[in-house]
């Protein structure tokens, strides 16, 4: 399993992903270009010392992310406000890549079209969107209750 940022441009929600990625034991790939440098200060604090427990993959932009993911084989899920299905009825694969998009802009039509598949979490009518690494744990923690069933077992 792994998460995906499309030109993530909040450093907080970062952080706060890859945290989630260090202690579920996902690796974490950043689509570039990212809206602030890796190494802000913010970014760090909301990672606190976690990010040296996750593997973190950088790509310079969407056409080499691309080009990685043909030799890798993986499904691209994204995750949008315009999905057609709900994410808790999807079925995932232990090598599904989870992708999100800017938190302003989302991703363009051109990646949405790459995706293998477009999944929504329903939100109540008058509401927008949920905050990125929210919506990232729930997806992941979904997509690893159904590939890892022995999950609970990590928890002493």
Same mark, same amino acid.
């Given at each position: 399993?792994?998460?995906?940022?499309?030109?993530?441009?909040?450093?907080?929600?970062?952080?706060?992903?890859?945290?989630?990625?260090?202690?579920?034991?996902?690796?974490?790939?950043?689509?570039?270009?990212?809206?602030?440098?890796?190494?802000?200060?913010?970014?760090?604090?909301?990672?606190?010392?976690?990010?040296?427990?996750?593997?973190?993959?950088?790509?310079?932009?969407?056409?080499?992310?691309?080009?990685?993911?043909?030799?890798?084989?993986?499904?691209?899920?994204?995750?949008?406000?315009?999905?057609?299905?709900?994410?808790?009825?999807?079925?995932?694969?232990?090598?599904?890549? =989870?992708?999100?998009?800017?938190? $302003?802009?989302? /991703?363009?039509? %051109?990646? @949405?079209? &790459?995706?293998?598949?477009? #999944?929504?979490?329903? =939100?109540?009518?008058?509401?927008? $969107?949920?905050? /990125?690494?929210? %919506?990232? @744990?729930? &997806?992941?923690?979904?997509? #690893?209750?159904?590939?890892?069933?022995?999950?609970?077992?990590?928890?002493?």
């Amino acid at each position: 399993m792994r998460i995906a940022l499309f030109q993530p441009d909040i450093p907080q929600n970062t952080g706060t992903i890859l945290r989630l990625c260090a202690c579920l034991g996902v690796e974490a790939h950043i689509i570039e270009p990212a809206g602030f440098p890796v190494s802000d200060r913010h970014f760090r604090r909301a990672g606190m010392d976690y990010l040296d427990q996750v593997t973190i993959v950088r790509h310079d932009s969407w056409l080499k992310f691309e080009q990685w993911r043909a030799g890798d084989g993986g499904r691209l899920v994204l995750f949008t406000t315009r999905g057609a299905l709900p994410y808790l009825d999807h079925r995932y694969a232990a090598t599904d890549i =989870l992708l999100f998009g800017r938190e $302003s802009a989302g /991703v363009p039509d %051109a990646v @949405a079209a &790459a995706a293998d598949a477009r #999944l929504v979490i329903p =939100l109540r009518p008058a509401l927008r $969107s949920l905050n /990125v690494a929210m %919506a990232a @744990a729930m &997806a992941v923690g979904e997509a #690893l209750r159904q590939t890892e069933p022995a999950l609970t077992e990590r928890i002493p």
